[in-house]
C-alpha cells in the first residue's frame, strides 16, 4: 500500500507501507500488497532499557522508501501492538524479539522426541501473558506416545487446562489433530514456536504444501546441534491469516517482568492466590499462603510452583539460555 503526502516544500513524497515477514541479518523482506521487497534499515531503531539484536521483527508493519523494484529502505516501524520476546543469552543484556503483532501464540511441545521442559512452557506462557497474547498448546508426536507416557500425557493437559489453555493433541505424521487446530487458526496472525524438532515446520509443510519448509530429523540435530528453521518468517494460511514459523528454541530467559508480577501473569497461582492472608504474598515463606497450600492438596501441580519459584528466585540457569 502507499499513500502520498504534499509536504511543506510541496513536493510530494510516496509513503510505502508493508509488514515484515521475513528477515535475515541485514535484509527484511517486506510484503506490500502482492510485491515483495528487500529491504535494509536507515538509522538505528531503540527500545527502552534493553539492547535488541533485531531492530526489525517479523510482524512489523513499516515505511519504505524505494525508487527502483530491487529494493528499499525501512525508513520508520510503526509502534507495536504487542511482541513475544526473550533474552538471547545468559548473564546478556540483549534481547531478541522474536515477533511482533500477533494475535495468538501456539506453542508446540512434544511428550518425547524430544520432551519438552516443563519450566520452558511456564516461562513462555508467563511472557505471553505479560503482553496480553493468548496461546493455544499443541502438543505433537502423539504417535510416539508409549503405554508408559500416557499418564504424563493426561497430567499435562490436566495441569494446563486448569491454568486456563486449551491442549490440542496433534500428531503430524498421522495427521491427527490438524482440523481443530486450522479453525483456532483462521483469520488470525499465529506465531509458532517451541524446541527444536518438535515438529513446527513439518505442521506447516502439511497445511501449506507449497512452502516445502526444511525438517530436520532429530537424530540428525541432536549430532550437529543445528536448527532446521534459522529465521522466523511468516506464511499466509490457505484458510485466511498467517502463521509465523521460528527457530526452535533452547531456552527462554524473561525480559522485563517485574518480581511482584510473576504471580499475576501465572494464571492458576493468581486465581488461587486470592485466598492467600497476604495481600502482597509472594507464595514463598508467608503463613497463610493459599498458594502453597494448593500444591500440598494436590490442586495444583507442583511443576506450576517450581517454576515461580524458580523464575521468582531467578534460579535454574538452564532455561534462561537462549
Ligand atoms: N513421530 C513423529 N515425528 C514427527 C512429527 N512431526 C514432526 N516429526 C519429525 O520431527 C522432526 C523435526 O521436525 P521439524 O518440523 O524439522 O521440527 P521444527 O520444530 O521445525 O525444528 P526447528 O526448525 O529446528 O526448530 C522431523 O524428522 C519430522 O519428520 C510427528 O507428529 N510424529
Ligand atoms: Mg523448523
Ligand atoms: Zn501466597
Avoid: W
Amino acid at each position: 500500500m502507499y499513500f502520498s503526502i504534499v509536504n511543506s516544500y510541496n513536493y510530494l513524497l510516496i509513503l510505502n507501507t508493508g509488514v515484515v515477514i521475513k528477515t535475515t541479518g541485514s535484509c527484511h523482506l517486506v510484503k506490500d500488497g502482492n510485491r515483495i521487497v528487500r529491504c535494509k534499515i536507515r538509522g538505528i531503531f531503540r527500545e527502552k532499557n534493553i539492547k535488541i539484536t533485531n531492530p526489525v521483527a517479523v510482524g512489523d508493519n513499516v515505511q519504505y522508501e524505494s525508487d527502483n523494484h530491487d529494493g528499499g529502505i525501512i525508513t520508520r516501524i510503526e509502534s507495536r501492538k504487542n511482541y513475544i520476546i526473550r533474552r538471547s543469552s545468559n548473564f546478556s543484556k540483549e534481547a531478541h524479539i522474536i515477533a511482533s503483532n500477533i494475535d495468538q501464540a501456539l506453542l508446540m511441545i512434544a511428550v518425547s522426541m524430544p520432551e519438552t521442559p516443563l519450566e520452558f512452557i511456564d516461562r513462555f506462557l508467563l511472557t505471553a501473558e505479560a503482553y496480553h497474547i493468548p496461546v493455544v498448546l499443541i502438543i505433537n508426536k502423539t504417535d510416539l506416545i508409549t503405554k508408559d507416557k500416557t499418564e504424563k500425557l493426561q497430567s499435562f493437559k490436566q495441569t494446563y487446562t486448569f491454568a486456563g489453555y486449551t491442549c490440542i493433541e496433534m500428531s503430524v505424521n498421522e495427521k491427527k489433530g490438524i482440523d481443530s487446530l486450522i479453525e483456532i487458526m483462521r483469520n488470525k496472525t499465529n506465531l509458532l514456536a517451541g524446541n527444536s524438532g518438535v515438529g513446527k515446520s513439518s505442521l506447516i509443510n502439511l497445511i501449506c504444501p507449497d512452502m516445502n519448509l526444511k525438517t530436520m530429523d532429530i537424530s540428525v540435530s541432536h549430532k550437529t546441534g543445528k536448527h532446521a528453521t534459522t529465521y522466523a518468517e511468516m506464511i499466509p494460511l490457505p484458510s485466511g491469516g498467517y502463521i509465523i514459523d521460528t527457530p526452535g528454541l533452547r531456552g527462554f530467559g524473561i525480559v522485563d517482568i517485574e518480581k511482584n508480577e510473576i504471580g499475576l501473569y501465572f494464571n492458576d497461582i493468581f486465581r488461587i492466590s486470592q485466598g492467600c492472608s497476604f495481600y502482597n504474598c509472594t507464595h514463598i515463606h508467608e503463613p497463610g499462603c493459599a498458594v502453597r497450600k494448593a500444591v500440598e492438596n494436590g490442586i495444583l501441580a507442583p511443576s506450576r510452583y517450581q517454576s515461580y519459584v524458580n523464575i521468582f528466585t531467578d534460579q535454574n540457569e538452564k532455561y534462561r539460555t537462549g
